[in-house]
């Protein structure tokens, strides 16, 4: 048995629970540089000096700057997941699903529940034409996303919500676009951004519309979120 | 006078030759890190390994990694300009202008004149929220470009090319979301992205374009072209 591993089988379960909050701390504090920076932005030297560690202890929890990133990343994954997409799992499938991956996409950003503009759309742009695991799993995020949105919008056909005869992943990527414009526009400093881009979304949304939707609930945002309640009631 | 500047006085107009060419042999090796890996990734330290260079030299030609930044987002602009925004200025205001916009946009893009989708949107998204000289100088680039847009939208209203009655801001708004749709799906490697991003940007014209443009001008993209080229010869 190697020294370190002998070390490592000392430890108790109290060190063990430390071991795993310093990690916590130090990806906590990660994710948040990358937020508003950038993934480049993490140094090894930066975050040892910002959480008052030796470079050689974060080494020790991470062993490499990759190691790093991609713990990043897979925290701001779990972060968009909560928030995007597993919200549209409690509404049935389709039209009504679609809405909610658009409305909650929205939410997490008015809500600001990463607190910079990096992930993902920031380092999707960044990361999509470059190699590595780190770009590769930013971009693989992306992917999750917009295989949500297609599935959505194909289910939606299926049921007739929406013209069967429009293009699927096209309309997946206007879709995104759209909230992409809309995000834009909020980081221009508009504060109409996020009420416009809904109204943006529900006229796509009327556009594609067969007649199995009423046109009255198109009227409004609240109109589209009534029709939705009263027929899942 | 001090030994610097009398060094500076004896310099004869071939060293200030070297001195712009190497300085300008740093700003591009900048350009080329910023675009593929964001400005957090240029360091003095990476640009004088790869340019065979000592970092005081790097130093004094640059005093500060800030002014190698915001030098670095100067030619960026400047690219910008050149590949978008000067080419509409050929083409009569109002509708034909927002489409060159639009189609010089996508095509600057298609023709990788950035080696990389850091400049300037993805450069936007991580910056919009940022404080400091380098994120304010990006913002302001796109701030241009979105004036630009909304200008041409006005034109084309007061034109009475499109509907006089759409909110003139939303709409600029709206169409660069679905170019950046186009952009978010050829980086998803849609190899059809371009040309759909085109005719999504036509359909949007369409929605709102007066009767004073023949409904027969939005047949495809090429049909359009062949209006406007028709129309101003």
């Known amino acids: 048995m190697s020294l370190s591993v002998r070390k490592r089988a000392k430890k108790g379960p109290k060190s063990l629970v430390k071991g795993k909050a310093t990690r916590d701390a130090v990806v906590a ?11 480049a932005a993490i140094t090894i030297g930066r975050l040892a000096k910002e959480l008052r560690m030796s470079k050689s202890g974060l080494f020790a929890h991470f062993r490499s700057k990759e190691t790093l990133e991609l713990t990043t990343v897979e925290w701001a994954r779990e972060i968009f997941e909560q928030h995007v997409l597993l919200p549209s799992g ?12 658009c409305d909650s996409w929205l939410e997490h950003l008015e809500e600001r529940v990463f607190p910079g503009a990096y992930f993902f759309t920031g380092a999707f742009f960044v990361c999509a034409g470059q190699r590595g695991a780190v770009s590769r799993s930013i971009v693989q995020v992306m992917e999750e996303w917009m295989r949500a949105l297609k599935q959505a919008v194909k289910q939606a056909q299926k049921n007739e919500e929406i013209d069967p005869e429009a293009d699927t992943s ?5 879709v995104n676009g759209l909230l ?3 995000y834009w526009a909020h980081s221009m400093g508009k504060w109409w951004a996020w009420e416009d881009g809904r109204t943006t979304i529900l006229r796509k949304l009327q556009s594609l519309a067969t007649k199995e939707v009423p046109s009255k609930a198109f009227d409004s945002v609240g109109a589209f979120r009534k029709y939705l309640k009263k027929r899942s009631g």
Chains 1, 2 share one sequence.
């Open 29 to 39: 504090r990660a994710l948040e540089i990358a937020c508003k920076e950038g993934l």
């Open 90 to 101: 409690s509404v049935p499938e389709g039209l009504e699903r679609l809405w909610k991956l």
């Open 170 to 174: 096209w309309t997946a990527f206007e």
């Open 180 to 182: 992409l414009g809309a």
